[in-house]
């Protein structure tokens, strides 16, 4: 037995589950197998599960990357048919049942469970990603910190190097694209940053006076919810001096600023939240997607044709009573449970679980300090008391007794100071200012 | 007025000083002249005052990196005199009495302050860099974590790959070369992470048999220590698992290992916290520099020739009574506070402070849990109760209610679970397994 290398007893093989992604459909999945009479390995390409929902605070400043994700190792340290493996998945080789690394690696599969989510879609432009990041990795979140702050910055240099004033106008703007929550929530957490936060941090500069604006296609932001509580989004955040544009279209960006057919807005930030792209399971798996390539599941969430190929969360399409199942965490959580308990029942020679049934519970979104709106069905609410719950439920969500904490503590110092503690521009996406 | 500029008012002018690097230094120089009637501009690269002697902890993911830094605009809000200003320094114009930033601004000095600190010292191999990170700055601390994290990631992966055994030791080996204060919290830490925090996460390796080699040319590790402190320090860390070479010189380092003369050490993992190289502060004034490049200063820290420069920190080179003051934060803040007092009582036109006297309060390093020296010179102490008063020191001395708090909070999570929370990779240092 060399150094280093764990023993291994030779069991009589079990059943083999692979599952792709950790996000939380493929860790609920993984949990949901725990006492399952088979062995598992999770394959990440990153060593964390992140908890989405809050990514906009990291991009913000008011949380650190740490606080909303966990390493998937700790999360199943003490399961003992679990293994981790960090790599990045490249395909599915369906004759041998075996998934494909990009190193070369084939990991052969008695099941498997596609979970690896979605992300924006530029709607055919991808090149507009460049100068317009999205929001759904950790370091997403870090790269548009930076740029928030770096233009403050660039702003508050002007001074000694003789810029225009339409120049410093346009470092000081901020266009957001996509009026759903995660574009609601950035530009509410923006211009609480520049309008709070970092109103007396400089002197050339006033950043009282940035400009925000949320440009969102359809008739409304926050688009899934009633239209009272859209309406009470949309005010609550003209009140915070956000600019809202309903019904427009996004033509063209640049570095330089974003063109809505007619109109030209001169912004140095840009920021993209619109749309949904699935990742590329379905290419993998040679499977039917709709037009955001989800993979069309049946309803056991089984890819058509191959029984033992499962596709949960973001990255599958599935209706219920004639609509979609919506793409949020809850619905990936459900879905992996699900899929969980039928592997686990056939490994136990049990008879399967009856049919799924999603289940919604709500919906929430926050627009800023004491303002959120939440829509349970019969239950509405909107301002301070949403705003409240709606912390308290991510908090809960959150994984982990430290991460609970931690983030309770930053966020209580900062509603009592107004302050945002993680201002670090870390990272070198732009040498010229932070090197 | 244009949106978004200040409204300025044109008062007399005032002397204008100019502080490059927002140290402990530079920081406490600025502090220093808050109610002098000065005005003040604050230069650095990046936009945080960095809590150095924590760096270590962020680099085994005991803590984020927005834990140990604090942005100066916030420090220096209320210091209605100071400006802010991001950029960095490549030279000096003596004669226009200006500095210079890389994207070409000149920015005009009445008097300077020099606080831009030092590095570590390959020793004339610069080559090195780049396989031996050295921890000075917020990146290399993320850069080590992840290296550290991803030598793990390749062990436990090798079983899929059928990598053979002696490289699996090479990858779990981590050579760290410099006995001081950093080698030695560095190597506590690693072994802590491997032989505590991580020992449950894996399945194919034994993160309990990492190999840990401290490397150091002295006779002792922390050598400015009294000996029986140095050798309590050395015990502890063999008791750790730690193997310490004393009296060894490194003679190559490359991406397999390290050479100490005869003997080869294969490593995956090398940190570099040897030697002293201070920044080019020196060759920007034409100054004359000691062999790691420290300006020689005179005694009230002005540089000879030039009564309007003033250096301090770890960039100046100082005696006191025969003896250099040392490059550690408490001699940093003594000298700026001093020049800070000088260039006070010029602009109010009063006599200059008495002369100055750099007071040693003792020196601190800690080992690991419940692990510590402490020298206060008549006062020596080791183990838990040096381990509990460091760590007090270091919470007290941190800037900000909420780092305090935080440091505190995740501590003390640590101190009970044995967990260190701060576990991940983030970043693109190797995209191959990351991305």
Known sequence: MPPGRRHRTDLPRRPHVVIVGAGFGGLTAAQGLKCAAVDLTVIDRRNFHLFQPLLY????AGLNPADIAWPVRSILRRQRNATVLLGEVTGVDKAAAAVVLGDGRVIPFDRLIIATGATHNYFGHDEWARVAPGLKRIDDA?????????????AENSLTTGTEDVEIRRLMTFAIVGGGPTGVELSGAIAELAKKALAADFRNIDPRSTRIVLIEGGRSVL?????????????SLEEMGVEVRL???????????????????????IFWAAGVAASPAARWIGAAADRAGRVLVKADFSVPGHENIFVVGDVAALEQDGRPIPGIAPAAKQAGAYVAAIIAAQAAGKPRPPPFRYRHYGNLATIGRNSAVIDFGSLRL??????????VAHIFFLIGTRNRLLVAAQWFYSYL?????ARLMVGSDNPSIER
Chains 1, 2 share one sequence.
Do not use: M, Y
Not at 57 to 60: E, L, P, R, S, Y
Not at 142 to 154: C, G, N, Q, S
Not at 223 to 235: C, D, M, N, V
Not at 247 to 269: H, K, L, M
């Open 57 to 60: 605070q990291v991009a913000t």
């Open 142 to 154: 870090t790269l548009i910190r930076r740029r928030v702050l770096a233009a403050f910055e660039r």
């Open 223 to 235: 688009g899934h919810f009633p239209p009272s509580l859209s309406a009470f989004a949309r005010r």
């Open 247 to 269: 019904e427009t279209q996004v033509t063209n960006c640049d570095a330089n600023g974003v063109t809505c057919g007619d109109e030209r807005i001169p912004a140095a930030n």
């Open 382 to 391: 909107k301002g301070r008391l949403a705003w409240w719950l709606w912390g």
């Open 417 to 421: 100071t107004f302050g945002r503690g």
